[in-house]
């Protein structure tokens, strides 16, 4: 069921997919930049068997109002209006890529709804001098030229050479739905992450699982980079997929998920409250 939440007079999206039983806990999946909600579609059928899912859209994509000067924190602001809405007191956290970066931020301001946190392709540190200087050089192109070139390059980027030629139906389309977005919007988000805060201290500080997904080949977000950040934490697993680069939901979404459930299981015994649910239907 798609629903919606006004924070901040602004719309805020998202998909409600009921509880199987009324001790189902809540995972939320955040989808990372120039994506939408559909990012996940694969692992529905199987996730909706178990849990009570929540796959909200991020600002200026798939539905939800762009904001003009986005910030992370904007976004974990609105995820935990939604949460409030539908009565959820903890979920399991799933962000990709941005996404993650967002989970990082929702966990320096409202770790109280937290059991699980999952960096899909994704970390809690912010962009090096250099990162930014990479994110400004994009953002001047887009403004000037738009975004169509710019989505064709980071989709050839953000896949595996291998997957990349064997799926290039699947990458145009989602290439053209990332091209629909307005460049404002584009803008927003690209800019949101060349600012975001170092998270690192926040997540040092919480007492829940953290995971980390890493492809081998992802030119993003390093598996080495992952490693560093895992060292400094309470409870962490990292999750290594040597043969993914930045999209391991599509590029092996089997295996991934597989991987996210049998960690589940084994941290299963640490939840000490479980998430409320909904009995509405998607």
Known sequence: MKKSIIYNNTCFVYHDYAAPT??????????????????W???????TRQYHILLPAMCGFGGSDAIADLRLEDIADRLAAMLEQEGIK???FVGHSMGGYVGAHFAAHYPQYLSRLVFFHSSATAD???KRQVRQKAIDFMQ????????DEL???????????????QIETLSAIAKSFPTENVVAAYRAMMLRHDQSAALQGLEIPVVFVSGGLDKSVSWQRNTAEAALLNWCK???LPEAAHMAMLEMPDIALNAL???????KYLLTEKSDTVTESS
Request: hydrophobic share 35%; glycine share 4%; net charge negative.
């Open 22 to 39: 009324t001790s189902a806990e809540t995972w939320v999946l955040l989808h990372g930049f120039g994506f939408t909600p559909q990012l």
């Open 41 to 47: 579609q694969h692992w529905l059928p199987t996730l």
């Open 90 to 92: 903890k979920c399991t």
């Open 128 to 130: 090096d001098t250099e």
């Open 144 to 151: 000037q030229n738009g975004t169509a070139s710019f989505f």
């Open 155 to 169: 989709m050839k980027n953000v896949c595996s050479p291998d997957y990349y030629s064997k799926n290039k139906a």
């Open 238 to 240: 990292l999750i290594y």
């Open 261 to 267: 459930l049998q960690m589940a299981a084994e941290t």
